[in-house]
């Protein structure tokens, strides 16, 4: 790890190049509470609603959280950013989805789940989810964060306090 020319809000530590280095990474983190959710589900079947209801409702869904990913993926990209956690941040992002959620690809991740619950029929895929996001509520994106007021505190602080962390 070597060192960004400015220190966290007073703290005499470095900070790091990257968000996250960690073995707690988002697209690890859905994908594994989707996969224990498929095992519940074919382990011990809990139907969340009727197919025929819930497969157009979650196909929907399913289709909103690609459409907010993909729109998420393009303004990063548009900002000259990387979208991996485990490369440095080199801006932050205000536009697009960005205006109204600090997390759009987490919540992307999150919509994507509850479509597939809905699409399959599967409260077991409602019941993973519980877990994922308590990890990326009080692990990941506050380390995220904390990542980001170091790195950029005279512009990530005005954009916290003005946009929500999901919605």
Same mark, same amino acid.
């Given at each position: 790890m070597?060192?960004?020319?400015q220190? #966290? *809000?007073?703290?005499?530590e470095?900070?790091?190049d990257v =968000?996250?280095?960690? %073995?707690v +990474?988002p697209p *690890? &983190? ?7 959710? %498929?095992?519940l589900?074919? #382990? /011990?079947?809990?139907?969340l609603?009727?197919?025929p209801?819930?497969?157009?409702i979650?196909?929907?869904v399913?289709?909103m959280?690609v459409? %907010?990913f993909?729109? $998420?993926?393009?303004?990063?990209? #548009?900002a ?5 956690g485990?490369r440095?941040t080199?801006?932050?992002? +205000?536009?697009?989805p960005y205006?109204?959620? +600090?997390?759009p690809?987490y919540l992307a991740?999150?919509?994507?789940q509850?479509?597939? $619950?809905v /699409?399959?029929?599967?409260l077991?895929f *409602? &019941?993973? %989810?519980?877990?994922a996001? =308590?990890?990326?509520s009080?692990? &990941?994106?506050p380390r !995220? !964060? ?9 512009e990530?602080l ?6 929500? +962390?999901w919605?």
């Amino acid at each position: 790890m070597t060192s960004h020319p400015q220190h #966290a *809000l007073g703290d005499a530590e470095p900070v790091p190049d990257v =968000a996250n280095l960690g %073995l707690v +990474r988002p697209p *690890l &983190v859905y994908l594994g509470s989707i996969l224990l959710g %498929l095992l519940l589900q074919f #382990a /011990w079947p809990l139907p969340l609603v009727r197919h025929p209801v819930g497969a157009p409702i979650g196909a929907g869904v399913v289709l909103m959280a690609v459409g %907010l990913f993909i729109a $998420a993926v393009r303004t990063f990209r #548009a900002a000259g950013t990387p979208v991996p956690g485990n490369r440095p941040t080199t801006t932050i992002v +205000r536009t697009g989805p960005y205006r109204f959620s +600090r997390n759009p690809i987490y919540l992307a991740f999150s919509t994507l789940q509850v479509g597939v $619950a809905v /699409w399959v029929s599967s409260l077991w895929f *409602l &019941v993973t %989810l519980v877990p994922a996001l =308590a990890l990326m509520s009080f692990w &990941v994106i506050p380390r !995220e !964060e904390r990542y980001l007021i170091a790195r950029f505190p005279s512009e990530y602080l005005p954009y916290k306090s003005s946009v929500r +962390r999901w919605l």
